[in-house]
Nanobody, 124 residues
């Protein structure tokens, strides 16, 4: 019933920008903290960015700070990740995630729902 559908992935050049979107359905969107995770080949899934239920608080991995911006539109049931100054090491499958947990830390084990992922490839 619950679906998180990502869009916006693709191939970009180093230094370029990409905007990922996630459309949520089947859940009361505003009750969930939303986040983005990524997983590169041979690597564990890692946290990238998170946003609280109202969109008033954001959290970023060190690797994303200053380059990525997460936002949400509760009226549209969407969350976005604006990625600027992309680097080859940003190459990964990016996953939209939702959690009802009040824990301030975004870890994979607290995620209630996952999207299927969208591939971002940054060419060197």
């Amino acid at each position: 019933q619950v679906q998180l559908v990502e869009s916006g992935g693709g191939l970009v050049q180093t230094g370029g920008s990409l905007r990922l979107s996630c459309a949520a359905s089947g859940l009361t969107f505003s009750n969930y903290r939303m986040g983005w995770f990524r997983q590169a080949p041979g690597q564990e899934r890692e946290f990238v960015a998170g946003v609280n239920r109202r969109g008033s608080g954001t959290y970023y991995a060190d690797s994303a700070k200053g380059r990525f911006t997460i936002s949400r539109d509760n009226a549209a049931n969407t969350v976005h990740l604006q990625m600027n100054s992309l680097k080859p090491e940003d190459t990964a499958v990016y996953y939209c995630a939702a959690t009802s947990s009040s824990d301030t830390m975004f870890k994979p084990h607290i995620i209630h729902y996952w999207g299927k992922g969208t591939l971002v490839t940054v060419s060197s």
